[in-house]
């Protein structure tokens, strides 16, 4: 079972940057499809961004060009480097880990950008 802890979180301003980190216990994440989630309040949980096993990325487009979804294996850790926020990235980013059909998510980390 792998239980993804999140952390990095913060307040930042318009414009500045943040990277979060999602480090795995339990298990070996390596072979696992990993992917961030955030959820604004009043809002559902949307995709942010995902990386297979094999390192294939996948972005939202409100956040292509601006946010990277890095994995290290080695540190059983993927990671979400934002840059140029917006005001509209606050929210509440998670992430989830998926093996064998399985879902795995964290606690969840707070992101709010001030203007």
């Known amino acids: 079972q792998v239980q993804p802890v999140e952390s990095g979180g913060g307040l930042v301003q318009a414009g500045g940057s943040l990277r979060l980190s999602c480090a795995a216990s339990g298990s070996s994440i390596s072979a696992n499809f990993m992917a961030w989630y955030r959820q604004a309040p009043g809002k559902q949980r949307e995709l942010v961004a995902s990386i297979t096993s094999r390192g294939t990325t996948n972005y939202a487009d409100s956040v292509k060009g601006r946010f990277t979804i890095s994995r290290d294996n080695a540190k059983n850790t993927v990671y979400l480097q934002m840059n140029s926020l917006k005001t509209e990235d606050t929210a509440v980013y998670y992430c989830?880990?998926?093996?064998?059909?399985?879902?795995?998510w964290g606690q969840g980390t707070q992101v709010t950008v001030s203007s």
């Open positions: 989830k880990s998926v093996r064998n059909g399985f879902d795995y």
